[in-house]
């Protein structure tokens, strides 16, 4: 999701303080299971297998998913959080600008208006007491919302009504611990607010955004989507084939004594063409492969499996040759005999293709190189 910055600059809203930004871990999601017991499906592990801190987490990576100009999405839960778990900041102000309250509420059970009510309270004695300014959107974040909330949440009139009625029933447990005072500012506050700005959150929708976010498989380990097919190399040599694209000059200019310069030079001389194209097709198969895991899996995924193919082929590498040509080749015949560890979701899916272009991705980081210096 594209961050937006306000033209006042960035604002540290002082009720942000000293409440960690949530962190995906840094793990390799592993592959699901090929048979026996079928896999539990996300929602059966959203709400049957999560506790309050991994659904709040969980809502923070959807929300910075939607396509809402969020300047800044915070978690806020735990104690002291003053009826917002996560808030999604509109303006740089934070919470004393516009923003959109997400409550998030695990229970085994559907959520009842008796659970909402409480939050609501928090929601406007915070006002009140000049913590946050009144959010525009509240939205609810529960597994299930019961069929009584449900309508209630289509009904803002009758849902601000049954919000009252609750209030001032006898021994209600709503504000019992405000003051007289605080008690009639609540209750005159909720008259004049518009309970249209309290929301359900659909799960069927909440989950279709979040699998669209490299977390989602993380979290729900499934089988993969269907990989892309993978584009021809360009014509013209782009930015960042520049390092790999000279170590392969190299090659060419020790092996058949040249002074090739260019990729166009490259291309158009007989001894290298046709080696230099399935480079360039390597190449960029493998390139295909880091997009569609970073679309598709925690980014740890991709790096085990280029750091597993690196251990494959460094040793190799390291060999003496008589030259960088003898080298490159023995390199790429050790990718293609490798295996990716089958435990990573994404191996099903690496070519041998992929494996021979991770040695050119492994080139254009410096990890690997073919004309070492030592040989003539």
Known sequence: MTEVTGAGGTVTVPSFEGIPEPKSPDVVVLAPRMQGVPLPTPEQVLRY??????????????????????????????????????????????????????????????????????????????????????????????PKI??????????????????????????????????????????????????????????????????????HARRFPQQLPPRPAVEQPPSEQRAHEAVFVQKLLDVYNQKYGL?????????????????LVRQREAYYSAEALRVFARESVPLANYRAIEDDLYQAVVDVADGLYDGGFERLRQVLIAASNHQPNQANVLAPVVTGLDRKGLCHHLANDDRLTWCSGEEG
């Open 49 to 142: 297998d999560y506790s309050d801190a991994d659904w709040e987490d969980f809502t923070v990576e959807w929300v910075r998913a939607l396509g809402h100009p969020y300047v800044r999405v915070q978690r806020m839960g735990g104690a002291g959080d003053r009826g917002a778990d996560v808030a999604a900041c509109l303006t740089p102000a934070g919470t004393r600008g516009e923003w959109h309250c997400y409550q998030c509420k695990h229970y085994q059970a559907a959520l009842i208006p008796s659970d909402a009510w409480p939050e609501i309270v928090k929601i406007f004695v915070a006002k009140l007491r000049g913590i946050y300014e009144l959010p525009t959107r509240y939205i609810f974040v529960a």
């Open 146 to 215: 019961g069929t009584t909330l449900s309508r209630l949440l289509l009904d803002p009139e009758a849902m601000r009504d049954k919000f009252l009625e609750a209030w001032n029933k006898e021994k209600s447990t709503l504000g019992t611990d405000l003051d007289p005072t605080e008690r009639a500012q609540v209750e005159a506050f909720a008259r004049a607010t518009s309970f249209s700005m309290f929301q359900p959150a659909d799960m069927d929708w909440v989950l279709e955004i979040h699998s669209k976010t490299p977390h």
């Open 259 to 275: 002074t090739l310069q260019t990729l166009q030079e490259a291309r158009e001389h007989f001894a290298t063409k046709a080696h």
